[in-house]
């Protein structure tokens, strides 16, 4: 097993812009935010005070930014009124009756709230009630702080914020108690998340989708609006909306990489803990995503200042000039393919496992894109398995009444009797489409490659262990039931699932390779074994790399060579549609190897997300 310093990997990647019109544009500290909120007070409209609206995202910390404010306030001795939009929430008892179809009473899975808008958040009265409250006499500056803020001050701001936060940070914030938007606090972190993917993201990310278009209009006719990246309450880092979307058209035309992140779990193992420099605490790391495109954010520099912002900002602002016409009609402003390693190197093994076939996603959970995967084996120890696909003469019903006696007698399952398993092969790749029971077994550093979702696994057996928390780890035989396909056997496995590669094209000593593609899978996976320097193009779609051997690999756009990249062993870049002709220079001390997904060019079946108007039109 190859050895890699964990100093190597950057946890940190920032994108960089080199131009120079941003950099009196960004803004960082909370004093520069105080200091541009005192300005405007210092030339109030005739009618009143300085009308502040201070959207933003749950869990951003709306206080320091209140608090600071009022201390300047009574430094510069002005008058300040503070309102903040969860008094005008409705109850949570009677949220979670309205949403209950959203929420179910299943701790993992939901019903993705396509239906629910914002405003549904809110009393009746809401609106009548915020102007009330905002009519206090004598008053200099007057802010409405919270998630919604726009919406509950219709006409009324003369100077917006958007106050975002990571969904990472999010959930940092859930394992210390905090719930989903509306819903009180919480001492479990799975049926947070769950509400969070089904209720709360689908209704309120869209939500700052709208904002930041709306706003973007007018501040382009005089209206001030910015966009505030709150991940660090101590740092704010903010600059007007129309320069946030120039910043992400630049971005979008250039190769660029996600910020990973990492969670450790039951399973996990210790090898991107060493390799990624992980914190010690942690016990072990399961996964690493890089990239998940709901999930990851992207650092942005301009000189000596870095915004972070989430990644689905981009795919909204640019959504052709990043994945191509052609994938654009397929997904719309949906990034379809992830990265995420699954690390079982001195861990355990993967629950057995299926994934759901796409017209049950759609019509259990209001879903528009099923999980559709593959293993590709970065590193392993001697051993090492993998599990794909029923043995001959298994079904699904043989293998779950299987697993039910083995949960009711608390006698191990054997595996390998239901399951095929296979050694594992550094550099070998398995396809795992939907309804084929599968699991990584023990020893392995696996690169998946997959369709986007993640969240959709329907765990079969997990060896009668508990989750890390104490609790069950939540099976779900009733969906798994439903989904696992009989004909995904030994003999499916060993003539299709496990490929061999197929050389695709040459140039002097370096190799491309096809791995993988087949019909019911949206992505293509290839492998590059680059001895010296290729020359390749986009062709009109985005494609997106790993290195899985070697040190240092590097890439620059032939039409535009001061956005070259350079990166490391298991780190990933996406190369846009848009950036056509570039070269990929092997730097390490010998040969390397990339892996190469792309959208499958023989998929043309639409995954559109469920499009909403933009919704404009709210904040008049």
Known sequence: ????????????????????????????????????????????????????????????????????????????????????????????????????????????????????????????????????????????????????????????????????????????????????????????KVETYKDCYFLQWPVWEPYRRDWLHHFGQLSAAGHEACYMDLNRDEQPVFLPVTALHRMLDQLAGQPFRVKPFFAPGIWGGQYLKELCDLPKEWDNCAWGFEPIAPENTLLIGVEDQVLELPFPLLM????????????????????????????????????????????????????????????????HKPGSTVYLGLTTGTTKDILLDAVEEAHATSVPLDVPRYVNEYTAEKGALYLIPPGTVHCSGQNNLVLEISSTPWWFTFKIYDYLRRDADGKPRPMNPGHARQNIKNDMDTQAAENGLIPKPVAVRRQGDNLEELLGQREDLLFQVKRLKLTDVWTDDTNGEFVMFNLVEGQRVRLIPLDKTSAAVEWGYAEAYIVPASLGPYRLENASEGPCTLIAARVSPEWNHPLLPFTRALSGAQFQ
Request: charged share 20%; net charge negative; hydrophobic share 35%.
């Open 1 to 188: 097993m190859e050895q890699h310093s964990h100093t190597s990997f950057n946890r940190y990647p920032i994108n960089r812009l080199k131009s120079p019109e941003f950099v009196n544009e960004l803004q960082s500290g909370i004093d520069a935010f105080t200091a541009h909120i005192l300005t405007g007070a210092d030339h109030p409209e005739p009618a009143g005070p300085l009308r502040v609206c201070l959207d933003g995202t749950h869990g951003a910390h709306f206080k320091s930014l209140t608090s600071a404010l009022e201390q300047v306030c009574i430094e510069q001795k002005k008058s300040l009124h503070i309102l903040h939009t969860a008094a005008y929430l409705k109850p949570e008892a009677q949220l979670r009756e309205e949403m209950a179809r959203y929420l179910t009473d299943n701790r993992a899975f939901g019903y993705t709230a396509q239906e629910v808008r914002p405003m549904n958040y809110f009393r009746e009265d809401a609106l009548a009630q915020v102007q009330q409250d905002l009519n206090a006499p004598g008053i200099d500056i007057c802010v409405l702080a919270g998630p919604g803020a726009a919406l509950l001050t219709p006409g009324w701001p003369q100077l917006s914020y958007y106050i975002d936060l990571s969904r990472e940070n999010q959930q940092l914030l859930h394992s210390q108690g905090m719930g989903s938007f509306g819903l009180g606090n919480t001492a479990d």
């Open 316 to 379: 909204e602002a640019a959504p052709s000039s990043i994945l191509g016409t052609r994938n654009a009609e397929l997904f719309g402003d949906y990034f379809p393919i992830r990265f995420d390693f699954l690390d079982t190197m001195d861990g355990g093994r993967l629950s057995v496992q299926v994934h759901p076939q796409q017209q049950y996603i759609e019509q259990v959970f209001n879903e528009h894109m099923t999980q559709q995967e593959s293993y590709y084996v970065m590193e």
